[in-house]
């Protein structure tokens, strides 16, 4: 059972332009949103989060939006530049759970210039 | 500030053969710890997790186990290895002093397994 689903595994953006990931999930219980971006043969590294209190979270170029109805979360990254070309995973969780995150398939963005 | 260690960076292994990887982290106490792994063209797989020294989770049945002899150190081993556990392993940790939410992991350089 995927709690997470990332629905495209790739996405391809113009330089400059907005990126748009998507994100859903199906557990109700999950109260703590991430997103993780992620070079080849590297490790995940953390770029942004939401509680499920807010809808929105922004840090620099990168918003997340929440929208706890729909189960569905977005990273947007304006503007985009090449160095944003990397796999994206979001990942969700129980704040008073024992802090197991549960990731999506992610996304593959590539920035064209 | 924190830092998490994962050794060695590449490894290749005949099928049958003994693996021991580990993880540890600097700059915090008694993190939780994690072992992911992720087979090519996949998403990231919780392995195990420990929430302190000698407490291990296991998330799914496998020909892997896991150890924490110490309160920063995460061991992932297996006995006899198969093709199947070929994959880049992640070692995470979170916890407080992490600067964010106690929820954020944060991820090693990783370890590319290759059986064959």
């Known amino acids: 059972d995927q709690q997470v689903k990332q629905n495209s595994p790739s996405l391809s953006v113009q330089e400059g332009r907005i990126s748009i990931l998507n994100c859903d999930y199906t557990n109700s219980m999950f109260d703590y949103f991430l997103w993780y971006k992620k070079y080849p043969a590297e490790g995940p590294t953390f770029l942004i989060s939401?509680?499920?209190?807010?809808d929105k979270n922004e840090d620099g170029r990168f918003t997340v939006f929440l929208n706890k109805s729909a189960k569905h979360l977005s990273l947007h990254i304006v503007p985009s530049q090449p160095g944003d070309s990397a796999v994206y995973f979001c990942a969700a969780d129980i704040i008073q759970g024992a802090q197991k995150l549960v990731f999506g398939q992610g996304t593959r963005l590539t920035i064209n210039p | 500030s924190q830092t998490i260690h994962q050794w060695p960076a590449t490894l290749v292994q005949p099928v049958g053969s003994p693996l021991s990887l580990e993880c540890t982290v600097e700059?915090?106490?008694?993190?939780?710890l994690y072992w992911y792994r992720q087979a090519a063209g996949r998403g990231l797989q919780l392995l195990f997790y420990s929430v302190g020294i000698g407490q291990i989770s296991s998330e799914v049945p496998q020909n892997l186990s896991a150890s924490r002899p110490q309160d920063r150190q995460f061991i992932l081993s297996s006995k006899k290895l198969l093709l199947s556990d070929s994959g880049f392993y992640l070692c995470a940790w979170s916890g407080w002093g992490s600067g964010g939410s106690y929820n954020e992991q944060f991820f090693g350089p990783g370890t590319r397994l290759t059986v064959l």
């Open positions: 700059g915090t106490s008694n993190p939780n």
């Open positions: 939401i509680s499920s209190i807010k």
